[in-house]
């Protein structure tokens, strides 16, 4: 479909201009000779004249002297045609002017259309420069680089300042260079994980403490194109530590709860039966005027073991008490082991002689170990005691050393009734009520092994049993050196 092309025709140059002024035209035709001027002082004027400056200007004229033809092209002229001339070739020329006017027109557009696009992708680029810089959580882009047919690794080509805050490293040291470079210590699971989001765009998200950076993070990753990852590091160290402490001081609860129930427990029940046993007895022996010297003497065995049961139970409650209020201190000195076990021996000696067991010292008589003697008499008297409690009639209780550079294991094995397996693991909580009875009847309430536990870890040391049921027990502890 051929485009029509509409004209308007001026007398002069007077009203050519007026017409300039008013329409917006696409192509001006002149002819060199107009009534009271020439085509060359309009057509510099209007080259001169910024709104019209860029219309073509074609000349039409009798005057085809070379001089007047450059003249033409000087003062901006597109085209230059001398009459006669052939209406079909002026056509043609026009439409070829027009067509390069609508080429030009548009190209001016697209030029501007890419000029605002330019323009606002800078402006995006620094608003997401300024966003990059200013987040609060870290934030590092990274690039999947292949090394092999199956090594990879992942190039960092970003990381704000959030990002160096968090990790202590200045971004120039790691900007350019790899991820297994600067930080070999991420795992294999962490590497797959990464990968996969780069190569899939699946996002992931995972919260761990970072050795490198010594903080514990949560890392929001995602990729913001196919074979890279984008990582938001989120600093909750704080929030973590809170959350540890508030664990803590529920377990520390629970703990002072478990102690408060054990104490009252024991004062209820354990501390009440032997002093009823001893008023009763007592009693009995105020009042019985024919009671013979054997019956007076039984009871006053059976008295004797009451009072000393309550005597080492009152004991153990005060060394808990000054425990749980702070007021035992460690104080280590050097000690003569050796020594120090026959010492334990002689005031256990008759509870032993009264079931036929055998103590026996193994340890050599110059060994000597750095420890509270205070505590460690606690210790051995408990975990003694214990032993022949729980050990059968004819039993052995024996004691060994073994020392190295770091500290000294203490071991007392009884052959008596043992441990179950499942009891084991709650021996030294004191949430957990245990009530043992020994191979004469003897009841323990397990506060002595309470005890036991927080003198050692008073002492820097560690405390543990072994045991096989039936077959007897070996309660073992350490001591630094």
């Known amino acids: ?19 300039l002024e008013q329409i917006k035209f696409d192509l001006i035709i002149l002819d060199v000779v107009l009534p009271d001027s020439n085509g060359f002082q309009l057509c510099r004027k209007i080259k001169n004249n910024d709104l019209l400056k860029d219309i073509p200007v074609i000349f039409i004229t009798g005057l085809g002297d070379k001089d007047n033809i450059v003249h033409a092209f000087d003062l901006g002229a597109v085209d230059y045609i001398v009459k006669p001339f052939d209406k079909a070739e002026l056509l043609a020329r026009v439409k070829i002017h027009l067509e390069l006017v609508h080429t030009k027109i548009h190209l001016q557009d697209e030029v501007k259309e890419h000029q605002l696009k330019a323009l606002a992708l800078k402006e995006s680029e620094q608003n997401y420069r300024l966003l990059f810089d200013n987040m609060i959580n870290g934030l590092t882009v990274n690039q999947v680089i292949y090394k092999g047919d199956q090594e990879y690794d992942f190039k960092i080509i970003a990381a704000n300042q959030a990002f160096e805050e968090i990790s202590g490293i200045n971004n ?26 780069a190569l899939t765009g699946e996002k992931q998200k995972m919260q761990y403490f970072s050795k490198a950076f010594n903080k514990y993070l949560k890392v929001s990753v995602f990729s913001p194109k196919y074979g890279h990852f984008a990582a938001v590091y989120e600093d909750i160290t704080q929030q973590m530590k809170a959350e540890i402490e508030l664990q803590n001081s529920e377990i520390q609860l629970r703990e002072l709860n478990a102690t408060k129930d054990k104490f009252f427990s024991i004062i209820a029940h354990d501390l009440r039966s032997p002093f009823t046993s001893i008023i009763g007895l007592s009693e009995m022996m105020s009042i019985e005027n024919e009671m013979d010297i054997a019956q007076m003497r039984e009871f006053a065995e ?19 008490a000054r425990s749980q209020t702070g007021k035992i201190k460690n104080n280590p000195s050097k000690i003569n082991l050796y020594d120090l ?3 334990m ?27 509270d003697i205070d505590l460690l008499k606690t210790v051995f ?8 409690k729980f050990s059968n009639p004819n039993g052995e209780v024996n004691i060994s050393l073994k020392k190295s550079a770091k500290k000294s294991t203490i071991y007392i094995k009884d052959n008596g ?11 030294f909580r004191i949430d957990v009520n245990k009530i043992s009875i020994g191979k004469s009847e003897e009841k323990g309430n397990g506060l002595g092994l309470i005890i036991c536990k927080e003198f050692v870890e008073k002492m820097g040391g560690k405390i543990y049993a072994e045991s096989e049921f039936g077959k007897g027990s070996k309660f073992i502890f350490t001591i630094p050196e």
Do not use: C, H
């Open 341 to 343: 076990i026959n010492e």
């Open 172 to 197: 120039n040291e790691i900007i350019g260079f790899t991820i297994k470079e600067k930080f070999p210590e991420l795992s294999d699971e962490q590497f797959e994980n990464y990968l996969k989001v």
């Open 1 to 19: 479909m051929k485009k029509k092309i509409n004209t308007i025709s001026a007398f002069d140059a007077d009203e050519a201009w007026i017409l």
């Open 417 to 427: 009734i043992g441990i179950e397996k499942e009891n084991l693991e709650d021996l």
């Open 345 to 371: 021996f002689s005031i256990v000696s008759e509870k032993a002689l009264m079931k036929k067991i055998s103590l026996t010292n193994s340890i050599e008589k110059d060994s000597i170990i750095n420890a």
């Open 302 to 320: 059976m008295i004797f073991q009451s009072s000393s049961k309550t005597y080492e139970l009152i004991d153990n409650l005060l060394s808990w």
């Open 381 to 388: 008297r408990n975990l003694i005691t214990n032993a022949i």
